[in-house]
């Protein structure tokens, strides 16, 4: 039986990560399917036709035909299907959804920035580098802050919170961030990589497309 979800990305790709995350800690098999982004084809009318945005990653649940952009409304609906991660009652989804929320205004926008900048991948003044950096360590301290005496972000165990989060945090090396300076941070992530089914997004994602094990 062919597995039930199909999860379009790339590999460098932190929102993509985040999906495939979660799938991989909620015990889902998926069909990956590689978005050759370098040759444009997240751009082009097949892509598009499923992916309004233009972007990855892009989730298709062959259950109900439903095709889904945007990682955190992805990881809202995969809570939802799969009855994990979306916290034990609805003040804890709402906490959970408020996290992602800043997750993407605060967090994610610097540290990605960052990373594409040092990476060559998108080429940017140093004053923009500057101002990412700023950014991202101050929305470090901030979640740092918050994961004193916590195990996880909301709640007693994990939630799409942490799993969002996490999907940033793992690259923010590559931006350059030195997690030394947030110990919290450091032991919810050897928390966070200790959860069965967790893998790093080298082993998750690879540059081409896979059919489920
Ligand atoms: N908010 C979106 C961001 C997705 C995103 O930025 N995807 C990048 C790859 S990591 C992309 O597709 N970039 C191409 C573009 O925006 O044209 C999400 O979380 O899914």
Redesign the pocket.
């Known amino acids: 039986m062919p597995a039930r979800f199909e999860l379009h990305g790339?590999a460098?790709?932190?929102?993509?990560y985040k999906v495939g995350l979660l799938l991989s800690l909620a015990g889902e098999p998926f069909d990956y399917v590689h978005v050759n982004?370098m040759q444009g084809e997240?751009?082009q009318p097949p892509h598009l036709s499923k992916q309004r945005?233009?972007?990855?990653?892009l989730l298709v649940d062959r259950n109900n035909g439903r095709h889904l952009?945007?990682?955190?409304a992805i990881m809202e609906y995969l809570a939802d299907m799969t009855g994990k991660f979306g916290g034990a009652n609805l003040d804890e989804r709402l906490l959970a959804r408020e996290w992602m929320y800043w997750d993407?205004d605060r967090l994610a926008s610097n540290v990605?920035r960052a990373r594409t900048i040092k990476l060559g991948i998108r080429p940017a003044g140093p004053e923009v580098l500057e101002f990412s950096m700023a950014g991202g360590n101050a929305a470090l301290k901030v979640l740092d802050e918050h994961l004193a005496g916590r195990n996880w972000i909301v709640g007693e165990g994990a939630t799409i919170a942490d799993i969002d989060i996490y999907g940033v945090v793992a690259f923010a090396d590559d931006g350059g961030f030195d997690l030394g300076a947030y110990p919290n941070i450091l032991a919810w992530v050897k928390r966070f990589e200790a959860l069965p089914g967790f893998k790093g997004r080298k082993d998750l994602l690879p540059m081409e497309s896979r059919a489920a094990a």
Do not use: L, R
Request: glycine share 10%.
């Open positions: 790339i460098f790709s932190g929102p993509t982004m997240h751009k945005y233009g972007q990855v990653p952009c945007q990682s955190a993407f990605y």
